[in-house]
C-alpha cells in the first residue's frame, strides 16, 4: 500500500515537473530563436514579435495533440487497417470480413439489440429525467430527491450490475426468493422466473439498469435548462388559464427541445458503446449479446481474431460518428444563441 501511494506521488510530481520544464523550455528556445533584433531594426522585430505569437500556443497545444494522435489517430487507423486481414494481422483478405459480419446470425443478432437499446434507453432516460426535474422542484424536498437519483450516476457500471443481479435472483421454483422481482411476483401468486434467461425480456431488463443509471444525469441537464425559462411566460400563461400539463408541453418543452436531443444523443453515444452491463449480467447469453460484447468474444476469447473484431469496433465507430458530429453542432448552435 505505501509502495502504491509513493509510487503514484512520484509519478504526479514526474509528471508535473516535466510539463514545467516542457513549457519553460519550449518557451525559453522559441525565445532564443526568435530573439529580439537589434536595435533600429523595428520591421524584423515586428515580423519575429508575430512569428512568436503565433507559435506559442502550439507549444502548449503540441502534448496534446501529440498523446491525441497516438492514443486515438492511431489505434483508428490500425484498427482500419487489421480490417482487411485474418485473425492473425498478417495475410491480407481483402473485404471478407465486412462480408463475414453481414452474413453472420450473431452480428445481425447484435445490430438488432443495439437497435433495441438506442430506442429504449435514451428514450426513457431522457423522459424519466425531464419528468423527475419538472416534479422535484414542485416539492420541498425536491434537493434530497435529486441527489437520491443522481446517485447512480456515480457508481460504475459492473457494480450497478451487481446490484441488479439480485435484483432479478432466482433461487429455483420451490426456493424462497431474494431477488426482489421474484419476491413480488410471488407475493402475487405468480411463478418466480429465470428473468435473465428469458430472451427480449431479458434485454429490456439489462436495459432497465442503464435507464436507472442515466436518468441522473439527463435530469441534471434538463432541470439546468428548465431554468432558463423566463418566469414572465409560465406566469402569462397562468393568467391565460392554461393547466399544468398544456404549460408542460406547449411551453416548456418547445424552449428545451434543443437540450433534450442533446441529452438524448448524449446517451445515445453511452449506449452504442455499452459493454459492462451485458459482460457481467449475461455475458451475451440468451441472445442478449451487444456489439461490443461481441467484438471482445472474438478478440479475446478463442484464440483471438484481430480482422473481426477490429471490424466490429469500425462499424460501432462509424455508428457513434454522426450522432458526435450532430451533438457538437447542435451543442455550438446552442452557444451562438446565447
Same mark, same amino acid.
Given at each position: 500500500?505505501?509502495?502504491?501511494?509513493?509510487?503514484?506521488?512520484?509519478?504526479?510530481?514526474?509528471?508535473?515537473?516535466?510539463?514545467?520544464?516542457?513549457?519553460?523550455?519550449?518557451?525559453?528556445?522559441?525565445?532564443?530563436?526568435?530573439?529580439?533584433?537589434?536595435?533600429?531594426?523595428?520591421?524584423?522585430?515586428?515580423?519575429?514579435?508575430?512569428?512568436?505569437?503565433?507559435?506559442?500556443?502550439?507549444?502548449?497545444?503540441?502534448?496534446?495533440?501529440?498523446?491525441?494522435?497516438?492514443?486515438?489517430?492511431?489505434?483508428?487507423?490500425?484498427?482500419?487497417?487489421?480490417?482487411?486481414?485474418?485473425?492473425?494481422?498478417?495475410?491480407?483478405?481483402?473485404?471478407?470480413?465486412?462480408?463475414?459480419?453481414?452474413?453472420?446470425? /450473431? !452480428?445481425?443478432?447484435?445490430?438488432?439489440?443495439?437497435? $433495441?437499446?438506442? *430506442?429504449?434507453?435514451? +428514450? #426513457?432516460?431522457? =423522459?424519466?429525467?425531464?419528468?423527475?426535474?419538472?416534479?422535484?422542484?414542485?416539492?420541498?424536498?425536491?434537493?434530497?430527491?435529486?441527489?437520491?437519483?443522481?446517485?447512480?450516476?456515480?457508481?460504475?457500471?459492473?457494480?450497478?450490475?451487481?446490484?441488479?443481479?439480485?435484483?432479478?435472483?432466482?433461487?429455483?421454483?420451490?426456493?424462497?426468493?431474494?431477488?426482489?422481482?421474484?419476491?413480488?411476483?410471488?407475493?402475487?401468486?405468480?411463478?418466480?422466473?429465470?428473468?435473465?434467461?428469458?430472451?427480449?425480456?431479458?434485454?429490456?431488463?439489462?436495459?432497465?439498469?442503464?435507464?436507472?443509471?442515466?436518468? /441522473? !444525469?439527463?435530469?441534471?441537464?434538463?432541470?439546468?435548462? $428548465?431554468?432558463? *425559462?423566463?418566469?414572465? +411566460? #409560465?406566469?402569462? =400563461?397562468?393568467?391565460?388559464?392554461?393547466?399544468?400539463?398544456?404549460?408542460?408541453?406547449?411551453?416548456?418543452?418547445?424552449?428545451?427541445?434543443?437540450?433534450?436531443?442533446?441529452?438524448?444523443?448524449?446517451?445515445?453515444?453511452?449506449?452504442?458503446?455499452?459493454?459492462?452491463?451485458?459482460?457481467?449480467?449475461?455475458?451475451?447469453?440468451?441472445?442478449?449479446?451487444?456489439?461490443?460484447?461481441?467484438?471482445?468474444?472474438?478478440?479475446?476469447?478463442?484464440?483471438?481474431?484481430?480482422?473481426?473484431?477490429?471490424?466490429?469496433?469500425?462499424?460501432?465507430?462509424?455508428?457513434?460518428?454522426?450522432?458526435?458530429?450532430?451533438?457538437?453542432?447542435?451543442?455550438?448552435?446552442?452557444?451562438?444563441?446565447?
Amino acid at each position: 500500500m505505501v509502495q502504491q501511494f509513493l509510487g503514484a506521488l512520484l509519478a504526479v510530481v514526474g509528471g508535473v515537473a516535466a510539463c514545467l520544464a516542457y513549457f519553460w523550455g519550449s518557451n525559453w528556445i522559441l525565445d532564443r530563436s526568435l530573439g529580439t533584433s537589434t536595435a533600429g531594426d523595428g520591421v524584423a522585430s515586428a515580423t519575429q514579435d508575430r512569428r512568436r505569437t503565433a507559435i506559442r500556443p502550439w507549444l502548449f497545444l503540441f502534448p496534446a495533440l501529440f498523446f491525441m494522435g497516438v492514443y486515438l489517430l492511431f489505434p483508428v487507423v490500425e484498427t482500419l487497417r487489421l480490417t482487411f486481414f485474418d485473425r492473425t494481422g498478417s495475410n491480407f483478405v481483402g473485404l471478407f470480413n465486412y462480408v463475414w459480419a453481414f452474413n453472420d446470425s /450473431g !452480428f445481425r443478432q447484435s445490430v438488432f439489440n443495439n437497435l $433495441l437499446w438506442l *430506442i429504449v434507453v435514451p +428514450t #426513457l432516460s431522457t =423522459a424519466f429525467g425531464l419528468i423527475v426535474a419538472v416534479l422535484a422542484d414542485r416539492i420541498w424536498w425536491g434537493n434530497v430527491a435529486k441527489s437520491l437519483i443522481f446517485m447512480p450516476m456515480a457508481i460504475s457500471f459492473v457494480g450497478a450490475s451487481v446490484i441488479w443481479k439480485f435484483v432479478y435472483d432466482f433461487r429455483g421454483p420451490d426456493a424462497d426468493q431474494i431477488g426482489i422481482l421474484n419476491a413480488i411476483v410471488q407475493m402475487f401468486g405468480g411463478t418466480p422466473q429465470a428473468w435473465i434467461t428469458i430472451p427480449f425480456w431479458n434485454s429490456l431488463l439489462l436495459m432497465f439498469i442503464l435507464v436507472w443509471i442515466q436518468t /441522473g !444525469f439527463a435530469m441534471v441537464i434538463l432541470s439546468a435548462a $428548465l431554468r432558463g *425559462i423566463p418566469e414572465e +411566460t #409560465l406566469e402569462a =400563461a397562468r393568467i391565460d388559464g392554461a393547466s399544468d400539463v398544456r404549460i408542460f408541453f406547449d411551453i416548456m418543452i418547445p424552449q428545451i427541445f434543443p437540450t433534450i436531443l442533446v441529452v438524448w444523443t448524449t446517451i445515445t453515444i453511452v449506449v452504442l458503446k455499452v459493454f459492462d452491463i451485458v459482460l457481467a449480467m449475461t455475458n451475451g447469453q440468451w441472445s442478449t449479446q451487444v456489439l461490443a460484447n461481441l467484438m471482445f468474444d472474438w478478440m479475446f476469447r478463442g484464440g483471438g481474431d484481430s480482422g473481426r473484431a477490429s471490424t466490429i469496433a469500425i462499424c460501432i465507430m462509424l455508428a457513434v460518428i454522426p450522432i458526435m458530429i450532430w451533438n457538437i453542432r447542435q451543442a455550438n448552435r446552442e452557444e451562438a444563441t446565447r
